[in-house]
């Protein structure tokens, strides 16, 4: 069976196709990005502009050709927070829908974080332990933790690298006053999350998903080998910090030739670096390592797990 995830998020409209199969693991064939950023789309009641909507059309529109040329059998279709926290969201869901010619899902803060945990539970496996994981994406921060595969706690923060950028950082390159007013206004947001996830057990693993954590540990962090070979980027605070005021002189024209910051993340690659650095503090991380696996999987998997996969009678 042919499974297709249109993940409408932030920053991007990203489809991802893959094939599955009882008891196996889901393979991917194709992955379609359009960048969009959101956020440059706000208007001054938080609702998503003309061009916003315009260019999110589009967007689906293509991600459902797409879809239909690689023989998708089902496209499971979820918009995150910039969709769900617009202030016209209700108008822009509608006409995402009649692009789509089906339902839309639209996710909470909390779910979200859920079905990346998932993803995450998976790629480690049940030998990894308690694991504390962090998902940034364009609009939010995610936080979840837990021993299996459903999370203990799970959190959502209004601190995702394209909010906080618009909110903070609107000046190229940014100075380091209004750097350090986002690392206070992070602080602040994340205190009382930080005594929840406090009262858990001590995490065995510490993981970083989502494109924003993968590009940074591309920039500051290391390989180390992993089990079957397969290689294990790590990321250390210490490093991160170190970065920051670094990356802040740097003009987003110049970022993205700096290791791992890719044209569609050099916009919003300080604030996320800020808002990765104060979760880690405020939950005494000094090192996460990152997982390849984030919120389309967890979507893909959780919808298998609700397919009847019984075998027919004879």
Same mark, same amino acid.
């Given at each position: ?74 496209? =499971?279709?979820? @918009?995150?927070?910039? #969709?769900?926290?617009? $202030?016209?969201?209700?108008? &822009?869901?509608? %006409?995402?829908? !009649? ?50 595969? =459903?999370?203990? @706690?799970?959190?959502? #923060?209004?601190?995702? $690298?394209?909010?906080?950028? &618009?909110?903070? %950082?609107?000046? !190229? ?142």
């Amino acid at each position: 069976m042919r499974l297709g995830v249109l993940d409408i998020g932030s920053n991007t409209v990203h489809l991802l196709v893959a094939d599955v199969r009882p008891g196996g693991r889901p393979l991917a064939t194709t992955s379609r990005r359009t960048v969009l950023r959101l956020m440059r789309y706000l208007g001054p009641a938080g609702e998503i502009t003309q061009e916003g909507v315009d260019a999110l059309v589009a967007a689906v529109a293509d991600a459902r050709r797409v879809a239909a040329s690689e023989n998708v059998d089902e496209l =499971l279709a979820t @918009a995150t927070s910039a #969709v769900r926290e617009a $202030a016209n969201g209700p108008e &822009v869901i509608a %006409l995402i829908e !009649d692009a789509l010619g089906q339902p839309l899902q639209v996710l909470g803060g909390e779910t979200e974080a859920r079905y990346t945990f998932l993803a995450v539970r998976r790629w480690f496996g049940w030998a990894a332990g308690q694991i504390l994981l962090f998902d940034i994406g364009g609009g939010s921060l995610e936080i979840a933790a837990g021993p299996d595969e =459903l999370p203990e @706690a799970a959190a959502s #923060v209004p601190l995702g $690298a394209g909010r906080m950028t &618009v909110e903070f %950082l609107p000046h !190229d390159p940014p100075g380091e006053e209004s750097v350090e007013r986002l690392r206070a206004h992070a602080r602040a947001t994340l205190a009382p999350v930080a005594e929840t996830f406090g009262r858990l057990a001590h995490p065995d693993h510490v993981v970083g998903s989502s494109k924003a954590i993968r590009s940074l540990a591309k920039l500051v962090g290391y390989p180390v080998p992993g089990w079957s070979g397969i290689e294990r980027m790590l990321l250390p605070r210490a490093s991160l910090g170190s970065w920051i005021p670094r990356l802040a002189k740097i003009p987003a024209s110049a970022r993205q030739e700096l290791p791992g910051i890719t044209p569609d993340r050099t916009f919003q690659i300080v604030a996320g670096a800020v808002v990765l650095h104060e979760a880690m503090h405020a939950l005494d991380v000094d090192e996460l390592e990152v997982s390849p696996w984030a919120l389309r999987e967890g979507v893909l998997l959780r919808y298998i797990e609700s397919l009847s996969w019984s075998t027919p009678a004879p």
